[in-house]
């Protein structure tokens, strides 16, 4: 038997996940396991997933479950064998049920262990497992809002006032943003500032918002990157959100932490599909490879995609980890883009959340504000009570 294949195995939820992982582009399956009884839709297995005992127990005493298994296992098998004797080195299993945290689960390690036990290498990824384990839990306590841009795109709105204290509705941008990240669990938020710095200072010295609030002037302007190591002091040992002002979104904060924690990537970028003058590279295992420069038509690659690739714009929202200050080099002013494309050219890992479903609006043009502000006065509940599905 030929030793090279590598046989990929995954769980996935169809409420969040649509597409075969494929990232060699070797075939292979993806099996629908919504037909079986599903555990999850009893109370006492909401903790549980397919890796738990109970769960187990419980599927393990359906005949359906054991039958639509053989099926699958025989097919993935005999395509082994196939693989096996023609060279191949990769070959994928998926399995999706609803959430893609029972059935599927307890599918994907079922056939991992059997193909082992057959000879077979495996390597399994569940893919929703950063929304159900709670490993990846705990909330993120810190974020650094960047606040210190001009506002030029708002004039004559920020000739006299900063774009952070522009109203969205009743309250300004700045408490907007701060809401939704005191939401995730923040504790503790750092805002840089330049522009009428004094009065963004005062707003928050007197702001009735339940966090900490720390300002971190520039006299002059840093740019994002330059900004963010100006703030190096402040932070612990845990991951962090950048924000910016300017983007009002429903964009689940949580989910996207947790996301991070388990990529255990540097850098997770917020991404979705929409018109930009950039666009990231995002290859199919969500790994960001490079930027592409649309009105230029340029590709910067700085890491070999796995798989098909698409390009994603950038929603203003990242999670960063510490130790990204251990490699900035760069001094003065400059851009946080030109340091992660760096930072990936080097080969560390910056991940790409993926998020084209919920409102998202960049309030930083006209435009922009305009559409915050219809949306938030069409609405019926304020955008910043989303709840993490579980």
């Given at each position: 038997m030929d030793n090279k294949l590598i046989v990929l195995i995954y769980s996935f939820g169809f409420n969040y996940s649509h597409t075969l992982e494929d990232p060699h582009g070797h075939g292979g399956y993806v099996f629908d396991c919504r037909g079986l009884p599903n555990p999850g839709r009893q109370k006492e297995f909401k903790e549980y997933s397919g890796l738990d005992k109970p769960v187990v127990d419980y599927l393990e005493v359906c005949p359906d479950v054991h039958r639509f298994y053989h099926?699958?296992?025989?097919?993935?098998k005999s395509h082994c064998e196939a693989f096996s004797a023609r060279g191949f080195e990769h070959l994928t299993a998926s399995y999706g049920c609803t959430g893609?945290?029972?059935?599927?689960?307890?599918?994907?390690?079922?056939?991992?262990?059997d193909l082992a036990l057959a000879g077979f290498k495996t390597d399994c990824i569940h893919k929703e497992r950063f929304r159900w384990d709670i490993a990846f839990a705990q909330p993120c306590r810190k974020a650094f809002i960047l606040a210190a841009g001009l506002g030029t795109r708002l004039l004559p709105l920020t000739k006299e006032v900063p774009k952070a204290l522009i109203k969205l509705g009743e309250e300004a941008v700045i408490d907007a943003v701060s809401k939704k990240l005191i939401e995730?669990?923040?504790?503790?938020?750092?805002?840089?500032?330049?522009?009428l710095s004094e009065q963004v200072e005062t707003h928050l010295k007197n702001t009735h918002l339940n966090c900490n609030f720390t300002t971190v002037h520039e006299p002059e302007l840093l740019d994002t990157g330059g900004g963010l190591k100006n703030t190096e002091g402040f932070w612990g040992s845990e991951p962090f959100f950048i924000h910016n002002v300017d983007i009002i979104s429903e964009t689940d904060l949580r989910t996207v932490y947790r996301?991070?924690?388990?990529s255990k990537s540097m850098v997770?970028?917020?991404?979705?599909e929409r018109l930009s003058t950039n666009y990231f590279v995002v290859d199919s295992i969500n790994i960001?490879?490079?930027?592409?420069?649309?009105?230029?038509?340029?590709?910067?690659?700085?890491r070999q995609p796995k798989g098909p690739v698409r390009y994603l714009a950038f929603n203003g929202i990242h999670v960063?980890?510490?130790?990204?200050?251990?490699?900035?080099?760069?001094?003065?002013?400059?851009?946080?883009?030109?340091?992660?494309?760096?930072?990936?050219?080097?080969?560390?890992?910056?991940?790409?959340?993926?998020?084209?479903?919920?409102?998202?609006?960049?309030?930083?043009?006209p435009e922009g504000l305009k559409k915050a502000v219809e949306w938030l006065s069409e609405s019926k509940s304020c955008i910043f009570s989303s709840k993490s599905p579980v």
């Open positions: 099926l699958t296992l025989e097919l993935v893609g945290q029972h059935r599927s689960v307890y599918m994907a390690e079922r056939i991992k262990r995730a669990g923040v504790k503790e938020i750092a805002v840089n500032t330049h522009y996301y991070h924690l388990a997770t970028l917020v991404l979705r960001v490879c490079g930027l592409y420069y649309s009105q230029k038509g340029l590709i910067d690659i700085r960063t980890s510490p130790e990204i200050f251990k490699e900035i080099k760069e001094t003065g002013k400059f851009s946080i883009i030109s340091l992660y494309l760096r930072l990936i050219e080097e080969g560390f890992l910056i991940s790409a959340y993926i998020d084209n479903d919920r409102f998202f609006a960049d309030i930083g043009n």
